[in-house]
């Protein structure tokens, strides 16, 4: 087994392998909310750095216990003391795991229950499908803990719901939860209480049927296309095109849809 995908190498995280290529991969701490330490984020950055060259089709992101995560290991950070030099390394180490987690190719789908707060709200964010609960809720306390984001939040929060809600999600403490809180794109599908973990397995599964280099191309370069102008982002769409598009794999698929035994796109019943 590739060493990257070794559950008895990880401390905070559990790795459990199935047979399909997903990999649940769950936040083990759930004494101290999953909150994120030192230790975590260097495993998250391991973990995604070799997933897809591990073979790892997909993975649902979860977190052990009641609440998905809440944010940053405050008492670590009360008891280091840190410069501001030693936490712009902290952050610089959280960009490298969430820019790892959303450019690295590898679908993420994250099952999120109870506190999905701060930095956990940040982790969530780099995932490619969030599955909220009725009861999963959402915040940014920075504020009212005299600190301010440093996993991206300025970045993936203020794109997914705009930049003056996350204002003041941040500047309020403001909670966002249930309908309300998919409404405004803060996870794209809602269950009951309970339901997040067998949703997100299921789009998990469906996922892993794809191509991987069509779910490469569509976990990282849909990102990078943002970061463009429209001209380069075209540019290199017909790059990815040309080579994705074109892969001997797809070829089975598309001689299916030719010869018509291929599923047709219908309107949901
Ligand atoms: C923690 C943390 C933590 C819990 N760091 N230890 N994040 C926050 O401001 C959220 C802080 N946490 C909470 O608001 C609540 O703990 C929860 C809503 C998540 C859960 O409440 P509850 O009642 O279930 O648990 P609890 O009793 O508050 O906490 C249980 C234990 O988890 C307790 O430890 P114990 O040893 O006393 O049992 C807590 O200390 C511990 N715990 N949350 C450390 N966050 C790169 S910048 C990112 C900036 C941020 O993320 S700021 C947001 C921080």
């Known amino acids: 087994m590739n060493d990257v995908v070794n559950p008895d190498t990880y401390e905070r995280l559990s790795i459990s392998p199935r047979d399909n290529g997903v990999f649940v991969l769950t936040l083990n701490r759930p004494s101290k909310r999953n909150a994120l330490d030192v230790t975590t984020i260097e495993e998250l950055i391991r973990f995604f750095s070799g997933a897809r060259i591990a073979g790892v089709k997909a993975v649902l992101l979860a977190g052990e216990g009641d609440h998905f995560c809440a944010g940053l290991d405050l008492i670590e950070h009360w008891k280091a003391d840190r410069s501001p030099d030693d936490f712009m390394h902290v952050c610089l180490r959280w960009h490298e795991a969430f820019n790892k987690m959303e450019y690295g190719g590898v679908p993420i789908i994250a099952a999120l229950q109870g506190a999905v707060v701060g930095g956990g709200l940040e ?29 991206g939040a300025t970045i993936r929060v203020s794109e997914m719901i705009g930049k003056y809600r996350m204002i003041d999600m ?6 966002y939860q249930g309908q309300e809180a998919v409404d405004l794109g803060l996870a794209q599908y809602i269950t009951e209480d309970g339901g997040s973990f067998a949703k997100a397995m299921e789009i998990a599964d469906k996922v892993a049927q794809n191509l991987p ?25 017909a790059f990815v095109g040309g080579i994705v598009n074109t892969q001997p794999a797809a070829r089975e698929r598309l001689e299916a849809f030719a010869n018509k035994t291929a599923d047709r796109v219908r309107p949901n019943s």
């Open 170 to 175: 941040i500047l309020t403490g403001r909670v």
């Open 123 to 151: 982790l969530a964010s780099a995932a490619h499908v969030r599955v909220a609960e009725t009861g999963t809720y959402f915040a940014l306390p920075e504020g009212q803990r005299g600190i301010f984001t440093g996993g």
């Open 213 to 237: 280099l069509t779910n490469f191309a569509i976990c990282s370069a849909v990102s990078h296309m943002n970061n463009m102008s429209g001209m380069d982002a075209a540019y290199a769409e």
